[in-house]
């Protein structure tokens, strides 16, 4: 079956790096999503790692998948208050729907 | 390039009555996905549109359903709403061209039903 889970809250310093975790359930899964939503916003996709792939950067994020233990992190690097946000973490088989996880809400303090 | 445009953003309904929540996909985009998200059961999948067929379809009762025109513009339609039913509806736009690829989508900004 497909279960996605996240940690409810996350707090971090203002200009220390954040990291969210997410585990998933389904080793079929092709693709590993993560997805900023801000208030009264739709979701924004931040990126995305194909499961044959560790890891991933991009600017200020780093994506680490451990496939075996079916566990996917962000790490935000440098985080601004800009950052704070729901995080949404989803998998999917190829071209099919998205699984999302229960959302990490990213508090940033000054 | 304008984005996935969700219309009406806000509205009030009371228990029995019916609503329809209609979604713009971006340009070229064929592939329209709904979600409803609410803070007790986070987002759950409803359903997707493709080329005005629907292609995958959520654990969600029959009372929601969705259609998609040849423009693929999408609408969703629930009937005899619940109190439940209150919630953010998210559409979601994708290209879909290869089955293989990742599925890339971009949301609107949501239409939030409340029901009362």
């Known amino acids: 079956g497909e279960d996605v889970e996240q940690s409810l809250f996350l707090s971090v310093r203002e200009g220390d790096s954040s990291v969210i975790n997410c585990t998933y359930t389904d080793s079929s899964s092709t693709y590993l999503y993560w997805y900023k939503q801000e208030p009264g916003a739709g979701l924004q996709l931040l990126t995305y790692?194909?499961?044959?792939?560790d890891m991933k950067q991009d600017q200020r994020l780093t994506v680490l998948l451990n496939k075996k233990d079916k566990h996917l992190s962000l790490r935000i690097a440098d985080t601004q208050t800009g950052d704070s946000a729901i995080y949404f973490c989803a998998e999917g088989f190829g071209n099919e729907k998205l699984t999302f996880g229960t959302g990490t809400r990213l508090t940033i303090i000054p | 390039k304008a984005g996935v445009t969700q219309t009406p953003r806000y509205l009030i309904k009371t228990r029995g009555q019916q609503v329809t929540l209609s979604c713009s996909p971006i340009s070229g985009h064929r592939s329209v996905s709904w979600y409803q998200q609410t803070p007790g059961q986070g987002l759950q999948f409803l359903f997707e549109y493709f080329s005005e067929t629907q292609r995958n379809k959520g654990n969600f009762p029959g009372r929601f359903s969705g259609r998609q025109f040849s423009n693929s513009r999408s609408e969703m339609n629930v009937s005899t709403l619940e109190l439940g039913d209150s919630a953010l509806y998210l559409c979601?736009?994708?290209?879909?061209?290869?089955?293989?690829?990742?599925?890339?989508?971009?949301f609107g900004a949501g239409s939030r039903l409340t029901v009362l």
């Open positions: 979601a736009s994708s290209l879909r061209r290869d089955r293989a690829g990742a599925n890339v989508l971009t």
């Open positions: 790692i194909f499961s044959n792939m």
